[in-house]
Nanobody, 113 residues
Framework: QVHLVESGGGLVQPGGSLRLSCVAT????????VAWYRQAPGKEREWVAH???????GYADSVLGRFIIAKDNAKNTVDLQMNDLKPEDTAVYYC???????WGQGTQVTVSS
């Protein structure tokens, strides 16, 4: 059974940075494609970024150039470095194991002055 846990969310001012982390049990991330999604209040969940088993990455246009997704194979985590945060980045962020179709519980990110 695959279990994902996100961490690193919080309150940050516009222009600030946060680093989210997704740790997995029951799977090895370096073999798995993993994605980050987010869901803002009243909106549908949307894809943010993904990283494939080979390390290839993709980003939504809204975060391209500001967010970086990376795997830490030693820790079996997938991290999302978020820079130059904007109020519209406010959402609950979720980690998703593509191969196992498993989701974490989410971590809240709030960007506000």
């Amino acid at each position: 059974q695959v279990h994902l846990v996100e961490s690193g969310g919080g309150l940050v001012q516009p222009g600030g940075s946060l680093r989210l982390s997704c740790v997995a049990t029951g799977t090895i991330f370096n073999r798995d494609a993993v994605a980050w999604y987010r869901q803002a209040p009243g909106k549908e969940r949307e894809w943010v970024a993904h990283i494939g088993g080979s390390g290839t990455t993709g980003y939504a246009d809204s975060v391209l150039g500001r967010f970086i997704i990376a795997k830490d194979n030693a820790k079996n985590t997938v991290d999302l470095q978020m820079n130059d945060l904007k109020p519209e980045d406010t959402a609950v962020y979720y980690c998703h194991s593509v191969g196992y179709d498993s989701w974490g519980q989410g971590t809240q990110v709030t960007v506000s002055s």
